[in-house]
């Protein structure tokens, strides 16, 4: 791409962006799509060689998020493999905060790494700026915090971080903030813009968006660090596949319509969720009642399409509503073109601040009156 190309991509909304970019430079009867380029070595002479190094359907992609993120980006073969190529870069005995309630693997790692003394780890209630602020700045015990991990919203809880304020602290120690941002993707939250130092997503989720990829991404504007994330994918041996790098970018064209649908759903679920006598509460950041809604509208441009509620009966009704769900899918996962609903703490590792009785639904792209009949006949059937 030329540099004239580039700045004039610079000016271009995300929309068009998520079509537009990561895209080879047009040539006569060139493919106008990535090519899925399935080699694992490449004739000797160029600067890369092998496949664990280098694959050019994945830097399609890459180009294509960090455009969308405004940053570099570094695909991974999931998300936790990303999480463990950030992990691996902080130097033994490095101080981490990180939020109490975050994505189970991810603080089941941080819980490991801290087990074997290899971290030191401070949880913090991310709704809370006051206690993340002393945790950064580590008033007291083993001094400031290296790097900061975060999500906002939370998974499950919805809880709001306040991304910005965060941020200020965390440069002020000099520490480096990651935030999660696979619930809200480019189209709602830009991290790097708030003063985060990388974005890390479950590109499996939102950004594929269709339940059949795994991958991970990193994406930071500090070109050394940058450096450091492809090291860590050679060396940790995590790269994705170049077919999955496709599908990828093949889903990332129509994340933003994806988005639009997906969300006014759930807004729209949650408006009617709210007077259903089997909810006791609903989690959404797009609800005013949300004790976070005034600060992810500061710092987001909708509240996305995952929610969670509770049921005023046990976890055996929540079992019971995730059960009698007839086009929605009882299935784990987010984020995909399909409705998903699934009680949380049905996985014996889930984290034991997520209530027993608490369902999360990621809401997909269905008629929205199609997939309240489907919700409302399940929660009425646990009535009584
Ligand atoms: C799914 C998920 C992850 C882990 O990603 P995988 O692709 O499953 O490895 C990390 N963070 C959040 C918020 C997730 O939802």
């Known amino acids: ?10 000016r271009l909304q995300r929309a068009t962006l998520a079509v537009s970019a990561g895209r080879p430079a047009p040539t006569p009867d ?20 092998y496949g664990r190094e280098w694959n050019e359907t994945t830097t399609y992609l890459e180009d ?56 030191t780890v401070r949880l913090v209630d991310v709704a809370d700026a006051d206690s993340i602020a002393s945790a950064i700045r580590g008033e007291g015990a083993e001094g400031p915090a290296s790097w900061v991990w975060i999500e906002s919203p939370t998974n499950p ?17 000099g520490a480096k903030l990651v935030v999660d941002n696979t619930f809200m993707t480019p189209m709602r939250q830009r991290p790097l813009e708030l003063g985060a130092h990388v974005v890390m997503h479950s590109a499996t989720k939102g950004l594929a968006g269709h339940s059949d990829v795994l991958m991970g991404v990193l994406v930071t504007a500090d070109a050394g660090l940058s450096e450091n994330f492809v090291k860590r994918r050679i060396f940790l041996g995590a790269p994705p596949s170049p077919f999955d790098a496709f599908l990828a970018s093949r889903g990332i064209r129509t994340l933003a319509v994806r988005v639009d649908r997906a ?96 369902i999360r639904l990621s809401v997909g792209i269905e008629d929205v009156d199609d997939l309240w009949d489907d919700l409302k006949q399940a929660l009425d059937s646990v009535l009584r």
């Open 64 to 119: 294509l998020i960090g455009q969308l993120e405004g940053g570099l980006a570094t695909a991974y073969s999931s998300g936790m493999a990303a999480v463990n190529a950030l992990l691996d870069l902080i130097p033994a005995g490095g101080v981490i905060v990180a939020g109490q309630n975050l994505y189970t693997a991810t603080g089941i790692r941080l819980q490991e790494l801290a087990a074997v003394g290899r971290l």
């Open 157 to 173: 809880l919805m809880e709001v971080c306040d991304i910005r304020a965060t941020a200020h602290v965390a440069r002020e120690v």
């Open 30 to 49: 060139g493919p106008v799509n990535p090519p899925i380029v399935a080699s694992t070595t490449y004739h000797a002479g160029g600067p890369y060689g």
């Open 263 to 358: 969300e006014q759903n759930a807004q729209e679920l949650t408006s009617r969720l709210i007077h259903h006598p089997a909810i006791a509460e609903v989690f959404y950041p797009g609800l005013s009642s949300h004790p976070g809604f005034e600060i992810h509208e500061t710092q987001a441009d909708g509240p996305g399409s995952v929610l969670s509620f509770t049921v005023t009966g046990s976890a055996e009704d929540a079992q019971a509503v995730c059960e009698a769900v007839r086009l929605m899918t009882h299935a784990t996962s987010l984020g995909g073109v399909e409705s998903l609903i699934e009680r949380r703490r049905r996985w014996a590792h889930e984290n034991t601040g997520v209530p027993e009785n608490l």
């Open 1 to 10: 791409m030329s540099s004239q190309d580039a700045s004039s991509q610079d």
